[in-house]
């Protein structure tokens, strides 16, 4: 059964690979009526494009959206909306390696056992570059939330290695290569990147998501609660490894006095005196602002030499030149922030029908 | 939209309250001739059961389930498995209280801004005893993935408080009280656990998954990956704050030349040297063992005084008495392994209409 | 993959085989606050239940329904709805013939074909008493629309062999045993079933709907669309082999300007002067009423001897005593609204994303 | 909630207008290593084409395919197969008339109720155009089910206007423009057609549906039954008012004894001997014929004046010229062929999880 669908009603089905002719997303069940042009989907697809800094890949990719459908004289109008981004530097290059020996730490040899076939160009369906497609329809979640509700999420990088963010400006973090709120360790972490990346290595670290102003109610009990449908969006992506809400793992070091959140009045409204929780209590919002964190591996394409065996089972050494990601986290957050951004709308679509 | 479905091909639906009639599952899919008797279910069932030692509650529940259909002759014959526990211990009590004041940390709150009403007898739907019915449905899917596999679940306590589990001992793990698989750490975190009792309060930790013998091939990229299917079993779990595979937040300290697990050939076949990634690749099973931890908040029901707001929205105090988990991960270890097992399950049926 | 549930945002489960235990329906995603009794569906289950009349079978089954979740003082809370019936009237009777020999026109073959084992005691899943699951979810779905709406759905038999209505009076369709609106019509289609059923044989007919108040704007295009989902909801029961909207299968004799509801001007209010299409354009409802008409085939169940072949594969005559319904239309009436009312609530709750 | 996709694993999502800048397709869940051309899916694309004779609309469209995603070298790679067509013959006309007036019989009014907006350029969304990726999608799942069972799907006209053919040749079919497998008759439908079209009017209809080679076990219960789902899937093409399975609404005639297909050993094999029911028992294939009838209704698309109302709910006269089908059945054919061929597929791998 095929899994390139997420959402109910809100629901985004991706396709491409990486170095097919194109790829593309159709977003089916947005409500009509919302003004939605190019330009809403390019701003975002840009914060995602390969080559914007020293840190992530020198792939240059114009990744032009064009909206083939659902959209009329600016409007949405309730049909699905294709978007569609023509690849254009597929470098005709030799694949000779990759194609018979399987890549450490990449999808190689799971999608040969599973469909005993694959596209193996640039890693085919399997690539980071399919997340182009959730970017494209995760600014259309951003704009409705935004435009309805003024929701608003803040991804930024949290953890690099070992430097760790300690000040949190949001104006700062799309002013840095590493979409860091603290500049101080944003420089710091840039000169680590740039040391592993001559080394031909990657490193890993954490980013944090903010979502303010939450629309109240969205979560499904018992088994589509608010955090299991954001759990499971970022474990989509390829490289997060861990998700945590609130507290998360430090919740080892609470006791329940400590972690409940006090439930007080705010100007007259119901809401919690701290934020252990991250927003969320029995897998439903009650508008106050969702905080996770994702652990983001280092990138699994490196130039250094591997142990890996051949498809035809011999053992062997394996390095893959090419142009890569040394920090991935910078490119993973407006992935991650659309995921975040399509969860949401379709939690609030679903709300809907509590009548 | 409703969320009470779990799994697409191996289909879990629960329904019931607290304090309720019955609660019960239907397991709609599950292959047929499988032998299935009631004490399949109920040696599983046992094991979440409410009663069973000091660090849990002291409520009284029989559950004993009874199978209404989708079984003939011993084995099940590929129509919907209806699973139902009558609820026994309903004491009589005063539910005044939660019935105007919301608890903190609780899901009072949020179910009346969702839904507008809510059964407040015990938490209704939002309470724990919920998940009896998925361990019913788990039950299923793991005898079925062991017979057919020989896949295993192994679920055990890794910390307690600031206590951690430094041993791992599969054969001691049902043999004390934590669920702990180094009994020399067993016993301090129930030393801390009932001290903490004492106090009226809870204490949170982490517990850890490993599953043998997995089966090849699971996983549907690029939604469906085996971690995110995974991860939002867990997270629908009410005390999960926090989810990861294999090293997890760990790799932040980690390079792409460390983290990436080498291919190599053992006893001629294709697999992993190391498994940083813990078992699976892309979204995808490769065979290896798959290695998941939890974070587990204290649990919310605690006995000190709290801090809230009344429905009527005057500021209160609230002070619950009652029979509560002070450490619920021992209970919880079922219930995620259930989680697991279904995921699984789920996915190897999925794994079929690769023809 | 397996197919117990119908619809998607209000969702209907059902469960039980003829001889088991029991059988039930889980409906999850009604919406919160709806007043709900067991009289509710109790009324539109005795419509449905055996022994009301000599034209059906005269198996004896008081069918009460219990309400075990999701309704709490007097409402329903927005969680699923269980509902149980336990099987009383299973006679001890001997199976053996049933056990070895496929009956013609019976799902016994298909069963075995599919799953190679079957639960032969009555037809097991795929006897007709399964549908009484059906009514108790649509008995829900109706109350609700009919609150909200005022919507009402009329099923009465159109025809019973070459026996057809001629008045349409729908007061008097509960007053006779085979819910025919047309009194004199009534009186001869029930001579011609008792006379067939004397002969052990069995007769088909067509029986109508008329649905009134409809809501506007029901359908999901360009697959979900209204007739889409109607249609099926109808051949999902398992005596219908034709279903058609508005003028149905006479269209072949209707040219496009004979066909095509002009749109006029009522009242202020737009809407159509004829409504050969039964109500709904472009997959979408526009307010005015559903028509639709399904074929109903004779009941497969007869006293004649037939040929038949044995689960081993040789040739055989079989002949089945027991208690069978010579006209099944009056009994397929409820079931069918039932499962037109899941569906339009179904729709109602998708319509409410359109936002 | 969102309707543009069909299917659970082989899974169809359709997008785009008629005048807007493509249409195409998304099918997810294609088995690896079907072997697939561009030329597989155009020949049957060929078929549905506009302008292939008189019967049908003179409006020309090349209706190339590419394939964008999913195959590489030749082969399926288990991943989505992304199908597009550009529009071509956009002719810039005037679109005041039906921008402002309800065509009647079209969506253009029930689009308007349901979404508050719409693309009111040939029919936008609701127009026949979209069924072109149908037609692709299905080509799919024809090749894989041809390859793989030998399975068949073959449409003809059985009845235009009063004309009915009389004699089943199925070689002739593709050879005549009416699609009819009786040639004399086809010549007297092709007469009738031209005349009605030359008086700017349109004709309804009746085409039958055989499928040859069905795999065994196909279909769900309870709700998913073959028939319910190929119901749903034949009544998702807007033209279509009826479906019926064998006997059909020919039901009302027959008494148990003649409509329940005996069953009977045909060369060792357990078959039936008649097939009144159209090849499926309790919603079940058991690889007899599968025999559908569907009712279409004359296009709507006249040339006639007719009575209307304007978006401000003024009364009107609306004339509409343009180049439109006077029988729609011959280009209904490849789609409705299309659409019994996904549902097919759907099933084929639904049965696979049957292990």
Redesign the interface.
């Known amino acids: ?6 959402g ?2 809100f ?1 985004v ?5 990486s170095h ?5 997303a ?1 977003v ?2 947005c ?3 919302l003004p939605l042009s190019v330009k809403d989907i390019q701003t975002e697809l840009n914060r995602r494009k390969p080559g914007q800094s020293k840190v992530g890949t020198s792939r240059k990719e114009e990744d032009n959206v ?1 909206i ?3 959209v ?1 004289e600016g ?1 949405t ?6 978007l ?1 981004i023509k690849n254009k530097d597929q470098r005709s290059r030799d694949y000779s390696i990759i194609k018979h020996l ?1 890549r ?4 190689d ?3 040969d ?7 193996y160009r640039g890693g ?3 690539s980071g570059r ?1 997340t182009a497609s959730r970017v494209m329809a995760g600014a259309i979640a951003k704009k409705y939330l935004h435009l309805k509700e003024k929701t608003q999420i803040i991804g930024h990088t949290l ?4 430097i760790q963010a300690t000040k949190f400006d949001p104006k700062v973090i799309e002013k840095n290569p590493l979409r860091c709120a603290d500049l101080t360790a944003a420089k710091k972490m840039e000169k680590l990147v740039l040391d ?1 990346k001559k080394d031909g ?6 980013a944090e998501f903010l979502v303010k102003n939450v629309p ?2 969205l ?7 608010l ?10 992506i ?1 490289t ?26 705010k100007k ?1 409204k ?1 809401t ?2 701290t934020n252990y ?2 927003g ?8 106050t602002d969702i905080i996770i964190r994702v ?8 130039l ?1 030499q ?4 051949s498809k035809t ?1 011999k ?1 062997a050494k394996i390095k893959v030149d090419g142009r890569h990601d040394a920090c991935i986290i910078p490119r993973l957050i407006p992935v991650a922030e659309s995921m975040i951004a399509i969860t949401l709308m379709d939690h609030y ?7």
């Open positions: 059964m095929p899994g390139n669908t997420f109910s009603l629901r089905t991706t396709w491409g690979e097919g002719p194109a790829l593309g159709v089916d069940g409500p009509p009526k064009e083939l459908s659902g009329f409007k109008t309730g049909t699905p909306i294709s569609l399987y450490p730490g990449h999808a040899l799971s999608f056992l599973k469909y005993g076939i694959r596209d085919g369906r399997s399919e953890q690099v290695g070992s592993i290595d990657s490193v890993g670290g954490i109240k109610g979560g499904e009990p018992v088994f589509d609660k955090e299991a449908d954001l759990g499971k969006a970022l474990f989509s390829g997060v490894k861990g998700v945590e809400f609130g507290e998360g793992f430090n919740v080892t070091n609470l006791k329940g006095s400590d972690n409940n959140d006090q439930i007080v009045l007259g119901i919690s005196k929780a991250g969320i209590y029995g897998g439903i919002s009650i508008g652990a983001v591996k280092p990138a699994s394409s490196i250094k591997q142990q890996t065996v089972g053992s679509l679903r709300q809907q029908t509590i009548i």
